[in-house]
Structures are given as C-alpha cells and as structure tokens.
C-alpha cells in the first residue's frame, strides 16, 4: 500500500473511509457524539479549562484513537463519555449504547478469581445465576484464558490481568468500549497479541471503541481514524484516516510512515505549546 493511501483526512478524504467521514456530519449516525464539549476543573482563580469545545462523533462500529500530549484531557474526555463526570458546556450522546471503560491498570478485585471477577460483571447487567460460570469461561476463552478462571490476579502474569480486565469489559455487553492506555504497562509480545485480539473480537460485533493511547503505532494499528487533541486545553487539531485493508502490523511500514506524519504533528503541536 503506498503513503498516498495514508490520507489526512482534513486534505483529502479517502474513499475507503467516505462512509465514516460522512458520518462525521451534524446528521450523521452515531454511536457516540460530543458537540462542543469543554470542561473546568475547579472554580475561581483555581480553575483550569481542562477541554476546550470538543466535537467529535465516532461511528457506530468505529475504532477511533485518541492521542495528544500527557494532561491534555484525554482521561477527562473518556469518564466524560462514560457519564463518570457532566461537561461543563456542551452534549454528550451515546445514544443510548450501554458504555464500558477500561483503565490502564486492569483494577481487579484481588480476592476474587478471574472467572469471579468477570462473573461479577454479568451479574450487574443481569445475567442469571446458573449461566454465570459459563458465560465467564467463554469470555475468559475469548481473551485465551480458558483454564485460567480459577486463578486470583495476584497469580497471574500483567498481561493475563489485563486480559482478565478485558474479558471484563466485554462481559458488560457495552455497544461503546471506552479504553484509557489499556496496553502502556505491557511488553512488546503480549501488547501485539492483545491488539490481534481487540481486532478479532471487533471483528465479530458491533462494536465502537474510543482507545487511549500514547503509542502512535498503536493508535494506527488498531485505528479506523486517529485524533490528535492539542496541549492542553484539549481540543482537535487533526484527524487522520487509517483504510482497513486486512490485518495490519504494528511494525509494517504503512503504519510505520502514517505514525511517522503523526508524531510529527503532535512534536509541532508540543513545541508550538512549549514555546
Ligand atoms: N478530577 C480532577 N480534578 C481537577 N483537575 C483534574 C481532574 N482530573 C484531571 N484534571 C486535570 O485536567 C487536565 C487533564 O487531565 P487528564 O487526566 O484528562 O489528562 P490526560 O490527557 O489523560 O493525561 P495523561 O496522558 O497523562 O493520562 C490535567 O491538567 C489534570 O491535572
Ligand atoms: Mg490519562
């Protein structure tokens, strides 16, 4: 695939995106919508504009990044979303989608079990009692845990945790997954097989994701589309569309040369903000 298949979308949209450009409209479906969203922590002399007017609307069944500098509002965008905390100005729709988040520490109950804590989880969305242990090892499956379930966290490995933490996440049945750097403490190895993972499973439902990041490679390996959010006070400054064609790797060169444009973007948004 050449680089001019890499497009930015503020220049030319790409065919192999249109529909969720598209999307992008006022009008557009939407699995997720903010419309000019900002946030104040804090009141008086204290207070710090945390986002800045943020639009952004996610396609139903689109995975889209989020990166930008560390404080720039990106956590606060995601508990945003996840109704954790109310906007200080601006909408919020996730139209009407069940939203789950997952956190860059996996945040297990350490006395419970894997199969229990993802057990746990079903019960709150109100899966009956007796179907409980086996909906949990089907999950635990999904992540490549099967015969894991017994183990309580402190037994098992930072990836199986995190692993754990998705099968979590995916046994609340969210239609939006919301994921704050899931993978950052991982290795290498275990980050890669948990990207095949989240691509496979996004590839069997219908499911919108809003992924953290501060790995571009990631963000364009798993993307349909990257943001990058300005220092902050967050607020949009660039989309880029990644085309799906088949499965990628984090150390092609297609995602190699578009993460190479994007990093460039986000050095001259850090150094404009530094400066
Ligand atoms: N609950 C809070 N009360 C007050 N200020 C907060 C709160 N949460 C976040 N902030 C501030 O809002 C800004 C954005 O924080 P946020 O955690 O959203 O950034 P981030 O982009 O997720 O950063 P990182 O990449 O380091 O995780 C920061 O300046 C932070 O200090
Ligand atoms: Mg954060």
Request: proline fraction near 5%; charge should be positive.
């Amino acid at each position: 695939m050449s680089l001019t298949q890499w497009q930015k979308t503020r220049q030319e949209p790409g065919p192999a995106r249109a529909a969720s450009a598209a999307d992008d409209g006022a009008h557009g479906r939407a699995a997720v919508r903010l419309t000019k969203v900002s946030k104040v922590y804090g009141r008086g002399s204290a207070a710090l504009l945390a986002l800045d007017k943020v639009s952004l609307t996610v396609a139903p069944g689109e995975f889209v990044c989020l990166i930008g500098a560390s404080g720039c509002g990106k956590s606060t965008l995601l508990s945003l979303v996840a109704g954790l905390d109310e906007p200080t100005a601006g909408t919020i729709s996730t139209e009407g989608g069940r939203v789950s988040l997952m956190f860059q520490e996996p945040a297990l109950f350490p006395w419970l079990t894997a199969s229990r804590n993802v057990e746990l989880a079903l019960r709150a969305r109100g899966v009956p009692r007796p179907q409980l242990r086996q909906r949990a090892a089907e999950l635990l499956e999904t992540v490549h845990l099967g015969g894991f379930g017994g183990k309580r966290p402190h037994e098992l490995s930072g990836g199986m945790r995190q692993r754990v933490a998705l099968a979590r996440a995916l046994a609340q049945d969210a239609d939006v997954l919301l994921m704050d750097e899931p993978f950052g403490a991982l290795d290498a190895m275990t980050r890669d097989l948990l990207h095949d993972e989240l691509e496979r499973i996004c590839g069997t439902q219908t499911l919108t994701v809003l992924f953290v990041t501060h790995n571009v490679r990631e963000a364009v390996r798993l993307g349909d589309r990257v943001i990058v959010l300005s220092s902050r006070p967050g607020r949009v400054i660039d989309e880029y569309l990644v085309p799906r064609r088949g499965p990628r790797r984090i150390d092609s060169v297609e995602v190699a040369e578009l993460a190479s444009q994007i990093t460039d973007r986000l050095r001259e948004e850090m150094s404009r903000h530094g400066s």
